[in-house]
Structure formats: structure tokens, C-alpha cells
């Protein structure tokens, strides 16, 4: 079984441009989670997709930051503009919505804003 | 609220135990116990449910005090392979795909 697919693994880029990240989740999971991850800290959520509908996004900063998961599968998240405090690792997970919660995690795109 | 891991980091040589602990100061549902290595993803190891018994997985066990509002993370006889960073991710209901709140981690470094 393929794990969460995540694209690409690096980005860097200026301050001020705008940047996308890209998710595949495992099949047949219908919960979708958006987290960054700081150096030497915890994953945090920014937003949780139950299907296609967005049902947690009140840790995302929505005045740069935006998701979208249309037809309740893949999933991008931008940035736009970039802020230099927006480097950090986007982590994608997965879980099936009736289990124990699992979380599945991608390998993460690591971005640095220069 | 983000639970509190502890301790931050440790060293240990190969075959030697350790504990990791997971404080929250709320009334938990359940923990989540993760390992990240370096550039990875983090890969889950277990999950302590409410009302659970103590979990294994190899020669790596934990435990849920739902009282206390902590669970441990026991390694013993630790590998090489058990180096990385684990966190502790807590959920406070029982929905199927609530949020988890993770810790800030602890590193883990065998050595040799």
C-alpha cells in the first residue's frame, strides 16, 4: 500500500513569493491534516479536511495561507506572499475517519524563505 | 493545550533502557506515540486508548494514566534503529478524527 505522498521535498524561495505544496493521501482515507513542523518542535496543526469540507481551520493564517482538497483526495496548500518565518517542514497526514485516529505521515516538504 | 515531554534529550549505549514521559493538563482520551527520524516522516509506533491496558510493540511499551494525565514511553535494551526524535500526540475525545496536539519531542540518540 503507498504511503502519503508528498511533493515536492524542497522549495526554496524569496520573501514575498508565493508557494504551493501538494498531498496524495493513503486510499481511502477521508480525513486530510495539514501541520508545520519548526525545527526542534512538534507538529501543529493549520488545517484538518474531512473529505472535501475544511472542518477545522483556526490555526491557519488565512491572510497567506490557503487550502483546498477538491473531490475529497489530493490536497494543495499555498503561501502567498511568503513571510521569512514561514520556513519550516509541511507535513500531510491521513487517517480513516471511524478508526482509532492513526495518523499517517508524509515525508514533508521542507521550505526555506529566504 | 500542548503536552509537556519529558526529558528533552537522551543519550544512551546500545542496550541500555529509557523512559520518555507525556504530561497534559487536560483530561485525555487518548495518547499518540510517534518516531521521527531525521528528514523523515513520523512513523507511528502506538496509541493508548481510555480505559486501555499497557501497549508493546518489539521492545518498545508504554502507559496511560488517566488519572494523572500521562503516559510513558518504555525502550528497552535499546538498538541503534531506536535513535530519532519521539513525540507524544494527545486527543481529548473519542471522534474518530479529532485533533492531535503534539509535544515538542524528545530526541533519542543510541550510541554504540
Known amino acids: 500500500e503507498a504511503g502519503v505522498v508528498q511533493s515536492p521535498r524542497y522549495k526554496i524561495i524569496e520573501k514575498k513569493q508565493p508557494v504551493a505544496f501538494w498531498c496524495n493521501p493513503i486510499s481511502g482515507h477521508n480525513t486530510l491534516y495539514w501541520y508545520r513542523q519548526n525545527l526542534g518542535q512538534g507538529p501543529e496543526l493549520l488545517i484538518r479536511y474531512e473529505n472535501e469540507e475544511a472542518v477545522d481551520d483556526s490555526q491557519l493564517p488565512k491572510d497567506r495561507f490557503s487550502a483546498e482538497r477538491l473531490k475529497g483526495v489530493d490536497s494543495t496548500l499555498k503561501i502567498q506572499p511568503a513571510e521569512l518565518g514561514d520556513s519550516a517542514v509541511y507535513l500531510c497526514a491521513s487517517t480513516i475517519r471511524q478508526g482509532k485516529n492513526i495518523q499517517y505521515f508524509g515525508a514533508g516538504t521542507r521550505l526555506s524563505v529566504l | 493545550q500542548q503536552p509537556v515531554q519529558s526529558p528533552q534529550a537522551v543519550i544512551l549505549r546500545e542496550g541500555e533502557d529509557a523512559v520518555i514521559n507525556c504530561s497534559s493538563s487536560k483530561a485525555l482520551y487518548s495518547v499518540h506515540w510517534y518516531r521521527q527520524k531525521h528528514g523523515e516522516a513520523p512513523v507511528f509506533l502506538m496509541i493508548?486508548?481510555?480505559?486501555?491496558e499497557q501497549k508493546g510493540h518489539e521492545k518498545i511499551s508504554a502507559s496511560f494514566n488517566e488519572k494523572k494525565q500521562q503516559s510513558s514511553l518504555y525502550l528497552t535494551a535499546s538498538q541503534l534503529s531506536y535513535s530519532g526524535t519521539y513525540f507524544c500526540?494527545?486527543?481529548?475525545?473519542?471522534?474518530?478524527?479529532?485533533?492531535?496536539?503534539f509535544g515538542k519531542g524528545t530526541k533519542l540518540t543510541v550510541n554504540p
Open positions: 493508548l486508548l481510555k480505559g486501555g
Open positions: 500526540g494527545t486527543a481529548e475525545s473519542q471522534g474518530g478524527s479529532e485533533k492531535l496536539v
